[in-house]
């Protein structure tokens, strides 16, 4: 059974300070997605990672893709109160054509303090 | 706005009652995504349409259905309501080529009592 789990589950962290979220997963993918979903709203995609070695920046957030180890990052660089919200990452698993299911990991809840 | 729309937003309703939610995607989509979202099962995925046929299925209870429509949109049916449905239900569309979901609707959040 595919897993993908992410860590940490829950992130405290201060202002201007930089972590790291991680994804790791149990079976081959070469497409994964990072998303950011604030309470009891809908999700927003962040990034598309197509390749091994994909690496993508959006202002204070960039993420990458280890295909063969099955890993990829979000980092989080100099954290601001507007990054509060909870992460997730999604493994891509194509099926041929047009066929495609997206299974996410556990989300990482990210609280930063001032 | 994400351009998938769903509908209902908020549904509640009793147990062992039958409920259909709505999606249409964005525009130009021909896939459609169904997810769930519970706080004890995550986001689960449910099921995947492609211009009206079924190409991909997760973790979708037998009492529950889906299907896609000619003019692309589609409706989750969920059938003798339990407690435990009691979720966030997302609908999500992308275009072919593009893998799998990048759209994601505001979701309808269903409420059995």
């Known amino acids: 059974e595919l897993k993908v789990e992410q860590n940490p589950l829950f992130l405290s962290m201060q202002e201007g300070k930089n972590y790291t979220i991680y994804c790791n997963y149990s079976?081959?993918?070469?497409?994964l997605y990072w998303y950011r979903q604030d309470p009891g709203k809908s999700l927003e995609s962040l990034f598309v990672l197509l390749s091994n070695g994909a690496v993508k920046q959006e202002g204070r957030l960039m993420a990458s893709l280890d295909t063969k180890a099955r890993l990829s990052t979000l980092h989080i660089t100099a954290a601001v109160h507007d990054l509060s919200a909870t992460y997730f990452c999604a493994v891509d698993i194509w099926g041929g054509g047009a066929t495609n299911k997206l299974i996410f990991g556990t989300g990482t809840l990210l609280a930063v303090q001032p | 706005d994400s351009g998938v729309t769903q509908t209902p937003k908020h549904l509640i309703t009793a147990t062992g009652q039958r409920v259909t939610l709505r999606c249409s995607p964005r525009s130009g989509d021909l896939s459609v995504y169904w997810y769930q979202q519970s706080l004890d099962q995550g986001l689960q995925f449910l099921i995947q349409y492609y211009n009206g046929e079924e190409r991909a299925k997760g973790n979708i209870l037998e009492r529950f259905s889906a299907q896609q429509f000619p003019d692309l949109h589609s409706e989750l049916n969920l059938s003798s309501l339990e407690l435990g449905d009691s979720a966030l239900y997302f609908c999500?569309?992308?275009?072919?080529?593009?893998?799998?979901?990048?759209?994601f609707g505001s979701g309808t959040r269903l409420t059995v009592v």
């Open positions: 999500a569309s992308s275009a072919y080529g593009q893998g799998g979901p990048n759209t």
């Open positions: 079976t081959t993918s070469d497409r």
